[in-house]
Protein backbone atom coordinates (compact mmCIF):
# COMPACT_ATOMS: atom_id res chain seq x y z
CA UNK A 1 0.00 0.00 0.00
CA UNK A 2 1.62 3.47 -0.83
CA UNK A 3 1.62 5.85 2.18
CA UNK A 4 3.12 9.09 1.80
CA UNK A 5 3.42 10.99 5.42
CA UNK A 6 4.42 14.79 5.38
CA UNK A 7 5.74 16.04 8.31
CA UNK A 8 7.65 19.70 9.20
CA UNK A 9 4.89 22.19 9.21
CA UNK A 10 4.82 24.58 11.57
CA UNK A 11 3.91 28.78 12.13
CA UNK A 12 6.58 30.99 11.36
CA UNK A 13 7.21 34.51 10.63
CA UNK A 14 7.33 36.59 7.80
CA UNK A 15 10.35 36.53 6.18
CA UNK A 16 11.33 33.07 7.82
CA UNK A 17 12.66 29.44 6.67
CA UNK A 18 11.02 26.21 6.86
CA UNK A 19 11.73 22.66 5.69
CA UNK A 20 8.93 19.92 4.95
CA UNK A 21 9.94 16.37 4.28
CA UNK A 22 7.51 13.62 3.44
CA UNK A 23 8.56 9.41 3.58
CA UNK A 24 7.25 7.22 1.33
CA UNK A 25 6.77 4.05 1.46
CA UNK A 26 4.60 1.30 -0.39
CA UNK A 27 6.40 1.67 -4.29
CA UNK A 28 9.59 1.77 -5.64
CA UNK A 29 10.71 5.13 -4.38
CA UNK A 30 13.59 6.10 -6.82
CA UNK A 31 11.38 5.23 -9.79
CA UNK A 32 8.46 8.24 -9.24
CA UNK A 33 8.32 12.02 -10.08
CA UNK A 34 7.42 13.79 -6.75
CA UNK A 35 5.42 16.89 -6.29
CA UNK A 36 4.16 19.30 -3.53
CA UNK A 37 0.96 20.69 -3.43
CA UNK A 38 -0.66 23.26 -1.40
CA UNK A 39 -4.27 24.57 -0.35
CA UNK A 40 -4.85 27.82 1.25
CA UNK A 41 -7.67 27.53 4.05
CA UNK A 42 -10.93 27.83 2.16
CA UNK A 43 -9.07 27.91 -1.66
CA UNK A 44 -8.24 25.45 -4.35
CA UNK A 45 -5.29 23.08 -4.74
CA UNK A 46 -1.94 25.20 -6.25
CA UNK A 47 0.95 23.17 -7.05
CA UNK A 48 4.23 23.98 -5.92
CA UNK A 49 6.72 22.11 -7.38
CA UNK A 50 8.15 18.60 -8.73
CA UNK A 51 11.41 16.48 -8.92
CA UNK A 52 12.05 13.99 -11.13
CA UNK A 53 12.54 10.38 -9.92
CA UNK A 54 16.41 10.81 -10.09
CA UNK A 55 15.93 14.25 -8.30
CA UNK A 56 18.30 15.61 -11.53
CA UNK A 57 15.18 17.83 -12.81
CA UNK A 58 13.12 20.30 -10.63
CA UNK A 59 10.33 22.32 -11.56
CA UNK A 60 8.50 25.13 -9.79
CA UNK A 61 5.44 27.42 -9.67
CA UNK A 62 6.55 31.17 -10.62
CA UNK A 63 4.93 31.98 -7.18
CA UNK A 64 7.53 30.17 -5.37
CA UNK A 65 10.24 30.23 -7.88
CA UNK A 66 13.86 31.49 -6.72
CA UNK A 67 12.46 30.88 -2.63
CA UNK A 68 11.78 27.14 -2.55
CA UNK A 69 13.98 24.39 -3.19
CA UNK A 70 12.43 20.91 -3.48
CA UNK A 71 15.16 17.57 -3.27
CA UNK A 72 14.83 13.90 -2.44
CA UNK A 73 16.81 11.67 -0.89
CA UNK A 74 16.04 7.99 -2.35
CA UNK A 75 18.29 6.15 0.25
CA UNK A 76 15.95 7.52 2.75
CA UNK A 77 12.78 7.08 0.55
CA UNK A 78 12.52 11.21 1.45
CA UNK A 79 11.50 13.80 -0.49
CA UNK A 80 12.22 17.72 1.00
CA UNK A 81 10.71 20.97 0.64
CA UNK A 82 12.92 23.72 2.07
CA UNK A 83 11.08 27.35 1.55
CA UNK A 84 13.11 30.48 2.72
CA UNK A 85 11.38 33.93 2.80
CA UNK A 86 8.16 33.00 3.79
CA UNK A 87 5.30 35.18 3.07
CA UNK A 88 1.40 35.29 4.72
CA UNK A 89 0.59 34.01 1.09
CA UNK A 90 2.75 30.74 1.76
CA UNK A 91 0.82 29.73 4.50
CA UNK A 92 -1.09 26.64 3.84
CA UNK A 93 -1.62 22.70 3.91
CA UNK A 94 1.25 21.10 1.77
CA UNK A 95 0.44 17.77 0.45
CA UNK A 96 3.15 15.88 -0.98
CA UNK A 97 2.12 13.54 -4.03
CA UNK A 98 3.09 10.89 -5.90
CA UNK A 99 3.74 11.52 -9.49
CA UNK A 100 3.71 14.26 -11.91
CA UNK A 101 0.27 14.78 -11.93
CA UNK A 102 -0.37 13.59 -8.57
CA UNK A 103 -1.91 10.03 -8.36
CA UNK A 104 -1.78 9.53 -4.43
CA UNK A 105 -1.80 12.18 -1.38
CA UNK A 106 0.02 12.10 1.74
CA UNK A 107 -2.21 13.65 4.58
CA UNK A 108 -0.73 16.92 4.01
CA UNK A 109 1.19 19.37 6.95
CA UNK A 110 0.11 22.31 7.96
CA UNK A 111 2.52 25.69 7.61
CA UNK A 112 1.37 28.66 9.21
CA UNK A 113 3.14 32.29 8.51
CA UNK A 114 2.35 35.01 10.52
CA UNK A 115 4.13 37.36 13.40
CA UNK B 1 -7.58 32.54 -11.53
CA UNK B 2 -6.79 28.82 -12.70
CA UNK B 3 -5.63 27.71 -15.58
CA UNK B 4 -8.13 25.16 -16.17
CA UNK B 5 -11.98 26.21 -15.85
CA UNK B 6 -14.34 24.75 -13.51
CA UNK B 7 -17.89 25.57 -12.65
CA UNK B 8 -18.06 27.07 -8.61
CA UNK B 9 -20.92 25.02 -7.90
CA UNK B 10 -22.92 21.78 -9.31
CA UNK B 11 -26.03 20.25 -7.82
CA UNK B 12 -28.21 17.53 -7.89
CA UNK B 13 -30.98 15.03 -6.52
CA UNK B 14 -29.99 11.27 -5.43
CA UNK B 15 -30.20 9.22 -8.17
CA UNK B 16 -29.62 12.08 -11.04
CA UNK B 17 -26.72 12.14 -13.15
CA UNK B 18 -24.67 15.17 -12.79
CA UNK B 19 -21.56 16.70 -15.16
CA UNK B 20 -18.41 18.60 -13.97
CA UNK B 21 -16.88 20.28 -16.50
CA UNK B 22 -13.18 21.53 -16.95
CA UNK B 23 -11.92 23.88 -20.02
CA UNK B 24 -8.32 24.28 -20.69
CA UNK B 25 -5.97 24.85 -23.76
CA UNK B 26 -3.79 23.18 -25.91
CA UNK B 27 -0.70 23.30 -23.73
CA UNK B 28 -2.47 21.30 -21.18
CA UNK B 29 -5.92 19.32 -21.56
CA UNK B 30 -5.67 19.23 -25.89
CA UNK B 31 -2.32 17.21 -24.95
CA UNK B 32 -1.89 15.38 -21.55
CA UNK B 33 -4.24 13.17 -19.87
CA UNK B 34 -6.88 14.62 -17.25
CA UNK B 35 -7.03 13.82 -13.57
CA UNK B 36 -10.51 13.93 -11.44
CA UNK B 37 -10.11 14.14 -7.47
CA UNK B 38 -12.67 13.91 -4.61
CA UNK B 39 -12.17 16.28 -1.96
CA UNK B 40 -14.17 15.64 1.44
CA UNK B 41 -13.72 18.77 4.26
CA UNK B 42 -10.74 18.25 6.12
CA UNK B 43 -9.12 15.42 3.80
CA UNK B 44 -6.83 15.41 1.25
CA UNK B 45 -7.95 14.80 -2.46
CA UNK B 46 -8.49 11.19 -3.47
CA UNK B 47 -8.28 10.30 -6.95
CA UNK B 48 -11.20 9.55 -8.95
CA UNK B 49 -10.02 9.02 -12.29
CA UNK B 50 -6.86 9.09 -14.29
CA UNK B 51 -5.76 9.37 -18.19
CA UNK B 52 -8.75 11.16 -19.06
CA UNK B 53 -11.14 8.02 -18.07
CA UNK B 54 -9.67 5.50 -15.92
CA UNK B 55 -10.62 4.02 -12.43
CA UNK B 56 -8.29 3.42 -9.65
CA UNK B 57 -9.33 0.35 -8.03
CA UNK B 58 -12.31 0.89 -5.56
CA UNK B 59 -13.57 4.00 -7.44
CA UNK B 60 -17.18 2.80 -8.80
CA UNK B 61 -18.26 2.49 -12.18
CA UNK B 62 -21.46 5.23 -11.57
CA UNK B 63 -18.61 7.58 -11.83
CA UNK B 64 -16.56 8.47 -15.42
CA UNK B 65 -14.64 10.69 -17.14
CA UNK B 66 -14.54 12.15 -20.38
CA UNK B 67 -12.25 14.03 -22.79
CA UNK B 68 -12.59 15.58 -25.81
CA UNK B 69 -10.15 18.65 -27.80
CA UNK B 70 -9.50 20.97 -24.74
CA UNK B 71 -12.38 20.14 -22.46
CA UNK B 72 -13.24 17.10 -20.23
CA UNK B 73 -15.77 16.27 -17.85
CA UNK B 74 -16.47 14.31 -14.82
CA UNK B 75 -20.37 12.37 -15.04
CA UNK B 76 -21.73 10.95 -11.56
CA UNK B 77 -24.73 9.09 -12.46
CA UNK B 78 -26.81 8.03 -9.45
CA UNK B 79 -25.80 10.58 -7.38
CA UNK B 80 -25.69 9.75 -3.51
CA UNK B 81 -25.05 12.13 -0.08
CA UNK B 82 -22.31 10.70 0.32
CA UNK B 83 -20.99 12.44 -3.35
CA UNK B 84 -21.48 15.94 -2.18
CA UNK B 85 -17.45 17.47 -2.25
CA UNK B 86 -15.84 19.38 -3.72
CA UNK B 87 -14.17 18.10 -6.89
CA UNK B 88 -10.86 19.17 -8.90
CA UNK B 89 -9.49 18.59 -12.21
CA UNK B 90 -5.94 18.29 -12.60
CA UNK B 91 -3.68 17.77 -16.12
CA UNK B 92 0.32 18.75 -17.10
CA UNK B 93 1.08 21.63 -18.77
CA UNK B 94 3.41 21.53 -20.93
CA UNK B 95 4.01 25.50 -21.20
CA UNK B 96 4.62 25.66 -17.01
CA UNK B 97 6.07 22.39 -16.75
CA UNK B 98 3.92 21.48 -13.96
CA UNK B 99 0.34 19.76 -13.26
CA UNK B 100 -2.38 22.50 -13.25
CA UNK B 101 -5.55 22.71 -11.16
CA UNK B 102 -9.24 23.53 -11.67
CA UNK B 103 -10.61 26.01 -9.03
CA UNK B 104 -13.00 22.87 -7.62
CA UNK B 105 -16.26 22.46 -8.19
CA UNK B 106 -18.41 22.16 -5.29
CA UNK B 107 -21.03 19.23 -5.71
CA UNK B 108 -24.55 19.84 -3.23
CA UNK B 109 -26.81 16.80 -3.31
CA UNK B 110 -30.05 17.96 -2.22
Known amino acids: EVQLLESGGDLVQPGGSLRLSCVGT????????LTWVRQAPGKGLEWVST????????FYADSVKGRFTISRDNSQNTLYLQMNSLRGEDAAMYYC????????WGQGTLVTVSS | QSVLTQPPSASGTPGQRVTISCSGS????????VYWYQQLPGMPPKLLVY???QRPSGVPDRLSGSKSGTSASLAISGLRSEDEADYYC???????????FGGGTKLTVL
Open chain 2, 90 to 100: AVWDDKLSGPV
Open chain 2, 51 to 53: RNN
Open chain 1, 51 to 58: ISGSGDNT
Open chain 1, 26 to 33: GFTFGSYA
Open chain 1, 97 to 104: AKDATPYY
Open chain 2, 26 to 33: SSNVGSNY
